[in-house]
Every structure is written in C-alpha cells, then in structure tokens.
C-alpha cells in the first residue's frame, strides 16, 4: 500500500505518480494505464478519488479514455505550438487613427466571407512603446446599416479592453495567419520604415461558434518588437 503526506491530497500523489511515469517513458504514448480497480488496490483508495487523478491527467493532455476500453497515454503533439505575442503588445498603448465605411479588399472579402458589394467598417490603430510606434492594426466588421452601430465600433477602437470583457471570451474563437512583408504605402509611411524593410504581419479572424466570422484584423509589426515565442508539448510543473 502506498502511504502519502497527510498535507497531499492522494488523487494528487495518484495523478503525480503516473505523470511522472509518462514523462520518463516507463508509459509509452498509446500504452493502457493500469484499470480503475488495480488503482484503487495500489492506493488503497476509492474509485472517485482515482477518477479526480485521471481527470487531471487527462486536462493536462497526458491522457485520454475510451469507453469500457480504459485510459491510455496520449501522443505529444510537438508541432503544435501555443504562440505568445511580443511583450509590447501587452504593455505597449494603443491609439485610434481613423474609422470609415468602405469596400472591402479581396483578402477581407474571403476573410469575413462577404461579397465584394457589402461595405465594411475599417478602423485603423496604432501600436506604440515608450512613444515610438511599432506597429499599426487594421480590423474590419461586416456593415449593414445600423448593425452594428459606427458608435459601437468606435468605442471598440478606442477602448478595446472594455469591449472585449462585455464579449464571453468562449462565445468565439480565433483563427491567425502570420508571415512576413516588405512595407508599402501608408504602412511605411506611418511606420517610417526603409524601402525593402520587413515586417511581420498578423492576421486573425474572428468567428462564433455558430459559423459567422465577425471580424478580420491585419497588424503589421516592426523589428525589434516583430517577434513571436511559443512551445509545444507538456511542460512539467516543478
């Protein structure tokens, strides 16, 4: 029988135990991790407290069940990455440029899957750290009239937290595309860059649950601020 610190709940020491076991290969990505009942034998516990230890397993990704087979070892998955975006983006302010109704770009059109006949609202912001702008946003809504109202949209430009949190962060989700670009036009211009200069452009769309992709955004960044970090796969907590 396994005894535990009285201060550690067990189906942590269980989860601990076979996370632990996973990492340094004793279970192989597609093995089956030992049944409920010998679980329950090896801890000397119950069901509902091995149950607690596989779910946490199986919400750190490190797992997964199949029905009336039993629990087996994921595979990592090591070419997908979680992406963060450059720290200025976080720190940094962000000004409202400009706000006007107009006929969509082919790449807006196919983004919010619209005809090139609806009109848009464009807004446009600028990205700046320490006074220095790096970076400038160009975001687009599908426009019908009244819905929605150019005062919404403006108060989105101008204070884009506030919006955001009257938004369920899970009533949509984001899909990104990044690669890099030479500047032109008035992105040079507002970015005073150099003529072969690149930068990184972000673009994102956003889409409900229910299908409606309600908004594209293009962000074009800068060096040194034009840098992504990511991971991929479990990072153990120490």
Known sequence: M???????PLYRVIFSGLC???VDGTLMPGALLPSENELCSQYNTTRETVRRGLKLLEQEGLIYSLPRRGYFVNSPRHNEFVMQLPAPLDRGTNRFQSIDIVTPEE?????LEISPRQKVIAIARG?????????????YFPYSRGVPSIEEEINYAVFPDAADAKMSSFSYYTRLRI?????????RRQLDCGEHEALLLICRTN???DGLHISYSRQYLRAPYAELSGSSGYIQKQ
């Open 179 to 187: 690669r890099a670009v030479t500047a032109t036009g008035d992105i």
């Open 207 to 209: 889409i409900t649950q």
């Open 127 to 139: 990205s700046y750290y320490e006074n220095q702008q790096f970076g400038v946003e160009q975001k």
């Open 2 to 8: 396994n005894r535990t610190p009285s201060a550690v």
């Open 20 to 22: 632990e076991k996973i």
């Open 107 to 111: 790449d807006v059109c196919q983004a």
